[in-house]
Nanobody
Framework: QVQLVESGGGLVQAGGSLRLSCAASGRTFGTYAMGWIRQAPGKERELVAAISWSGRMTYYAESVKGRFTISRDNGKNTVFLQMNSLKPEDTAVYYC?????????????????????WGQGTQVTVSS
């Protein structure tokens, strides 16, 4: 099991930016695919972005393409989500999650059930 701790959430005006970080415990972080998932009040969880453990392959939901960027630093056991041009509809609790058994170095999953470990979440609120 890996422990995940998110940080960087907060209140921002529409059009602003935030950078979320997720620090992971353990020595095998570099072999996990990672994802950022959000959940708005009254809505289902949504995969926002995912990244392979190599960092070479990424996925973005259509709603955030061109605005969000996922990246990772395996040497620091950290994954990031840079969020630009934020909109009120981006308001949600953002979770990072780890897939401990990806198919390969350039693999990620879009299925939430495949994520093994989840952080506690960080609130992002975008005001209009």
């Amino acid at each position: 099991q890996v422990q995940l701790v998110e940080s960087g959430g907060g209140l921002v005006q529409a059009g602003g930016s935030l950078r979320l970080s997720c620090a992971a415990s353990g020595r095998t972080f570099g072999t996990y695919a990672m994802g950022w998932i959000r959940q708005a009040p009254g809505k289902e969880r949504e995969l926002v972005a995912a990244i392979s453990w190599s960092g070479r392959m990424t996925y973005y939901a259509e709603s955030v393409k061109g605005r969000f960027t996922i990246s990772r630093d395996n040497g620091k056991n950290t994954v990031f989500l840079q969020m630009n041009s934020l909109k009120p509809e981006d308001t949600a609790v953002y979770y990072c999650a780890a897939d401990r058994e990806p198919y390969g170095s350039n693999s990620y999953t879009v299925a939430l059930r495949d994520y093994d470990d989840w952080g506690q979440g960080t609130q992002v609120t975008v005001s209009s």
